[in-house]
T-cell receptor
Framework: DAGVIQSPRHEVTEMGQEVTLRCKPI?????LFWYRQTMMRGLELLIY????????DSGMPEDRFSAKMPNASFSTLKIQPSEPRDSAVYFC???????????FGSGTRLTVV | AQKVTQAQTEISVVEKEDVTLDCVYE???????LFWYKQPPSGELVFLIR??????QNEISGRYSWNFQKSTSSFNFTITASQVVDSAVYFC????????????FGTGTRLLVSP
């Protein structure tokens, strides 16, 4: 298994631009999570899906952030418009909901200038 | 609500020393899962171990060992004979078992192992 695949690995964009982060979970996993890591706030959960349905998006910082999971093998996290304070590493993780083990992707390092 | 506390922000040791990373958790769930992840300088999050709340048996894997004590709500991680490659940030995490539960992370402990 290739693990959780995230793209791009690095993204540099200008303030105001739209940014889309992508994630392919492990085949067979039915839960998907988006986390953000910053020095100030550590690892924080933004949103998670179970069977492609958003279950808890209370961690999404504001309306500029949106996430979708159109099918079991793909999810996107979109920021529009992006701001410098969105600069962080964004991780995607997947799991079998009742197994408790989470596998993380390599992350996307986002820099908004 | 779930909470994980890693009071040690940074630990520095010399190679071959033993080191213990502390983790204290809070949960109201009777069933829960505890995890340790390693984040090396390259940035990825590497799964190390998962422990179920109903299994208090300690575990050893090579130079790594974990001490789970429900009485003190602790799940400590010990590295024996540390090596430079062990230098990383280590995160303890907790997942409850009520409904759809998210994984809650501690703030991490940075371990620096010098030659």
């Amino acid at each position: 298994d290739a693990g959780v695949i995230q793209s791009p690995r690095h993204e540099v964009t200008e303030m105001g631009q739209e940014v889309t982060l992508r994630c392919k979970p492990i085949s067979g996993h039915n839960s998907l999570f988006w986390y953000r890591q910053t020095m100030m706030r550590g690892l924080e959960l933004l949103i998670y899906f179970n069977n492609n349905v958003p279950i808890d998006d209370s961690g999404m910082p504001e309306d500029r952030f949106s996430a979708k999971m159109p099918n079991a093998s793909f999810s996107t996290l979109k920021i529009q418009p992006s701001e410098p304070r969105d600069s962080a590493v964004y991780f995607c993780a997947s799991s079998l909901a009742d197994r408790g083990g989470y596998t993380f992707g390599s992350g996307t390092r986002l820099t908004v200038v | 609500a779930q909470k994980v506390t890693q009071a040690q922000t940074e630990i520095s040791v010399v190679e071959k020393e033993d080191v213990t990373l502390d983790c204290v958790y809070e949960t109201r769930d009777t069933t829960y899962y505890l995890f340790w992840y390693k984040q090396p300088p390259s940035g990825e999050l590497v799964f190390l171990i998962r422990r179920n709340s109903f299994d208090e048996q300690n575990e050893i894997s090579g130079r790594y060992s974990w001490n789970f004590q429900k009485s003190t709500s602790s799940f400590n991680f010990t590295i024996t004979a540390s090596q430079v490659v062990d230098s990383a940030v280590y995160f303890c995490a907790l997942r409850g078992d009520t409904g759809f539960q998210k994984l809650v992370f501690g703030t991490g402990t940075r371990l620096l192992v010098s030659p």
